[in-house]
């Protein structure tokens, strides 16, 4: 499985690198008796062309920090309306932006230059706390959360950050009858800010054409690469939200709208690795060492959403699937679990 995230993450590296410049320094190897006729100049022009593969690929930096932007949402409290004192959760929400449901025909447009809107994140542990504040207003709830995650997965480094703080208002309060209940209409909104690293390090192989004495070779190049993905950003989530109890099942459907008033994606990596003619024996070794870096990738600024959730309800014991959809372009979305003592 990490294999596979490596490839993936490595093809989103190379297709982001058209978005700024290679810089590439190379030292040549040397070989008893062999002249190369391709001039240094020229080597350094076809590496950073062929590392350069994609022409531009500016929504895999779009994509990427949307689904940072989704997978903001852990430990949700939009689902438990209509407590009476407070509640206490418990969650993770993955966020993922697709250009559409064919992930192998995406995979092969990365592979034939062409640009994908991808990007996936995940906040693995994020703490919830909410309070009825009905002392101060009738129907008014308030709540805060703060998520954070580290971890380190052969060569990945991962590490996420978030935090908010929410208000959200009772507009038409709960009705019950026997085992049915409806959650009345509850509107809410606050700020969530958002930041994840992720690191990784992979060795990758480049391949060129040369003279050497009028003869045709190839020059392989073989780095260790070191990339990392950052984004942060604040956003506004704005929730209209109502739902249905059934017995111990929960129900709960809402429209609504993110808000992100700033966000920054950065990705930066380094290589450095051998360089030699196939099939011959340096008496010098080569070398070659790459860098670069883009900003100002952003997530979407106004995202239109729908959400919905199912789970249980034992006592004040609740158990939580919240799902969001995010119209626009291909498909947007984040799923989470969540579990919550309500009282």
């Known amino acids: 499985m990490i294999k596979r995230i490596t490839v993936l993450l490595l093809i989103m590296l190379f297709a982001a690198v058209s978005l700024f410049a290679v810089d590439i320094t190379i030292t040549l190897p040397s070989y008893p008796g062999v002249t190369f006729n391709t001039p240094d100049a020229e080597i350094k022009s076809m590496l950073e062309n062929e590392l ?60 034939d230059s062409q640009d994908i809107f991808f990007g996936v994140n995940v906040q693995a542990i994020t703490v919830s706390a909410g309070v009825n504040l009905g002392f101060l207003v009738d129907g008014l709830y308030g709540s805060a959360k703060v998520g954070t995650f580290s971890i380190s997965i052969d060569d990945f480094d991962i590490d996420m950050l978030s935090f908010g703080l929410y208000a959200n208002y009772q507009i038409i309060k709960p009705k019950s009858l026997l085992i049915v209940a409806w959650r009345g209409l509850q509107v809410g909104t606050g700020f969530t800010y958002y930041s994840s690293e992720i690191s990784f ?42 739902g249905v109890r059934l017995a111990v099942l929960n129900f709960s459907f809402g429209l609504g709208a993110d808000i992100n008033l700033w966000s920054d994606s950065e990705l930066t990596y380094k290589g450095y690795g051998d360089l030699y003619l196939d099939g011959f024996t340096s008496s010098t070794p080569g070398y070659a060492g790459i860098s670069g870096g883009t900003t100002g990738g952003s997530a979407d600024f106004f995202k239109f959403k729908a959400m919905a959730g199912i789970g249980l309800s034992l006592g004040p014991l609740r158990l939580d699937i919240p799902v969001t959809y995010y119209f626009g372009e291909g498909l947007g979305a984040n799923i989470g679990l969540t579990g919550a003592i309500v009282f």
């Open 201 to 242: 390090k992979t060795n990758t192989s480049v391949s060129i054409d040369v003279t050497r004495d009028s003869l045709n070779e190839t020059l392989v190049y073989d780095p260790e690469l070191s990339a990392k993905f950052s984004t942060k950003g604040i956003k506004v989530p704005v929730d209209i939200m109502t």
């Open 52 to 111: 350069a593969m994609f022409d531009s690929m500016d929504k895999l930096v779009n994509g990427m920090s949307n689904a940072s932007s989704f997978a903001a949402d852990g430990a949700t409290t939009r689902n438990f309306m209509g407590y009476k004192r407070f509640t206490v959760g418990i969650g993770i929400m993955a966020g993922v932006q697709l250009p559409s449901l064919n992930i192998e025909d995406e995979m092969q447009k990365v592979e």
